[in-house]
Nanobody
Framework: QVQLVETGGGLVQSGGSLRLSCAASGSILSHYAVGWYRQVPGKQRELVARISVIGDTNYADSESGRFAASRDNIKNMVFLQMNSLQPEDTAVYYC??????????????WGQGTQVTVSS
């Protein structure tokens, strides 16, 4: 079973930036699209960004222009650069494998996620 590991979260002031990383066991990440999700306690997990195998990206409207997904298929890693962070971005962020960039349903079990906290 694929194990996903998200890192890079932390506490940042409003307007700050963070870069999240997603790694997985084996080389599976380099063969699939990847989605970045976030979840606030008591709310459903929401998809905020997607990146295809070749690097095409898609973002939720509220994150377009502030978030940028990228990937390094040689290192089998996917990244989410988050700029101009706001308190409402506070959440646990997860990555997961998608069949294609057009899909939203995750294919693997969820990892632990990484906490992002934005202070005002």
């Amino acid at each position: 079973q694929v194990q996903l590991v998200e890192t890079g979260g932390g506490l940042v002031q409003s307007g700050g930036s963070l870069r999240l990383s997603c790694a997985a066991s084996g080389s599976i990440l380099s063969h699939y699209a990847v989605g970045w999700y976030r979840q606030v306690p008591g709310k459903q997990r929401e998809l905020v960004a997607r990146i295809s195998v070749i690097g095409d990206t898609n973002y939720a409207d509220s994150e377009s222009g502030r978030f940028a997904a990228s990937r390094d298929n040689i290192k089998n890693m996917v990244f989410l650069q988050m700029n101009s962070l706001q308190p409402e971005d506070t959440a646990v962020y997860y990555c997961n494998i998608l069949r294609t960039i057009l899909d939203t349903a995750p294919m693997a079990y969820w990892g632990q996620g990484t906490q992002v906290t934005v202070s005002s």
